[in-house]
């Protein structure tokens, strides 16, 4: 059994045969975070792993079921941190995924620079606006502007928590690009992999995944695009593989 609080819920990842707390009012993960999931290299068999901004887990749980590594999740709010500790638990995977409290600043110097083989981030997309703009609710503000923290703080942080060689990952959206190539670079991360996804045929790119690697050469692929819906708002046939698996 599970213990939820407030308006928290119990939700399915259809694919993963996994379940996730989840609250409206709280936080509640969006496709962003599947598809990074999915787009991110990971070693199959040991490694570790360390994804940054983990709001309610959703990742970390994601990538267990494609490695068997160990897994760390990094978020600063401590609701969002215990949803997800109460998650891994229910899922019984706290021998291999924990969450830790904090910000993502800290990281470096608390576990020790390039320890490792990969890193993911779904960071805050937008800048911190003024005090009449940013959302009311805290749990959403801070998950969706950079109040603490920002895409240099994550870029840097994923450069000094990885490998020599290691991978990472982020999601982002496409007007942030450049930013993320040029600040990368600055990193010592060589960006080596780079997929756009649009939410329909037609429409502009909504979603920006890059992977790069620590002190790689510079060789650049762009994949394949990813559309999300066909023009009836039905899930196109891969978002649909990623999202229920052989359970459609």
Known sequence: MVQLKDDER??????EDLRIIQSPSVFAFSLDAVLLAKFVYVPIQKGKIID?????????????????????????????????????????LDDRLQMIHGNINDMPQKLGMGKYDVVTCNPPYFPTPSKEEINENEHLAIARHEIFCT?????RVSSQLVKQGGKVAFVHRPGRLLDMITLMRQYRLEPKKVQFVYPKQGKEANTLLVEAIKDGKADLKILPPLVV??????YTAEIKDILFGDKQ
């Open 229 to 234: 819906y066909h023009d009836d708002n039905e």
């Open 52 to 92: 940054l901004c983990s709001g309610n887990g959703v990742i970390p749980l994601f990538l267990s079921t494609r490695t068997k590594g160990e897994i760390t999740g990094v978020e600063i709010q401590e609701r969002l941190y215990d949803m997800a500790k109460r998650s891994f638990q229910y899922n019984e």
């Open 10 to 15: 119990l939700d399915y990842l259809l694919a």
């Open 151 to 155: 895409l240099e703080d994550a870029i």
